[in-house]
């Protein structure tokens, strides 16, 4: 390796995130090169500098960061939009209902309800349509 070369990696060196494939070579430049040596001691003079340093944080610091963060929403909004796409998805449901099973709620000629039965049938017991399936059964006595 040239100097150049060793000389872009000497802070990756210093902090150990050197690439595999190139530590040995840069550790055997290291080796053999005054001028390189030089620099990295250099480097390392001036990081232990600054890691000595003690920067004062200024009062009222965190305050000021705080007022200009963006405040939380209200936990009532949330619950606001919860409630708003219940009431769409119910409406949206029971609207959708007529289209998906038509006849489930015309009359039958002695006033009652056809309860879908063809349509709920098919459903497996313990389903949603199974316990509508069953529970109409029970209320009509079969």
């Known amino acids: 390796m040239k100097c150049n ?3 872009e990696y000497l802070s990756t060196w210093l902090d150990g995130e050197v690439p ?3 530590r040995q070579g ?3 430049h290291l080796a053999g090169c005054p001028a390189c040596q030089g620099e990295l001691a250099a480097l390392e003079r001036l990081d232990a500098a600054l890691a000595g340093l003690e920067v004062p944080v200024p009062q009222g610091l965190a305050a000021k ?3 200009r963060l963006p405040r939380p929403a209200s936990p009532w909004r949330h619950n606001l939009a919860l409630a708003a796409c219940l009431v769409v998805g119910i409406f ?3 609207s959708l ?5 038509p006849g489930a709620g015309e009359a039958n000629g002695n006033g009652t ?3 879908g039965l063809e349509i709920l049938q098919d459903y497996p017991q ?3 349509g199974g316990v509508f399936f069953y529970q109409g059964e029970k209320e009509n006595g079969a």
């Open 92 to 94: 949206l449901g029971g």
């Open 26 to 28: 840069l550790a055997d």
């Open 126 to 128: 313990g389903s949603l």
């Open 20 to 22: 595999e494939e190139l």
């Open 97 to 101: 209902s007529g289209v998906l099973y």
């Open 113 to 115: 309800e056809i309860a």
């Open 5 to 7: 070369e060793v000389q």
């Open 65 to 67: 960061v705080r007022r």
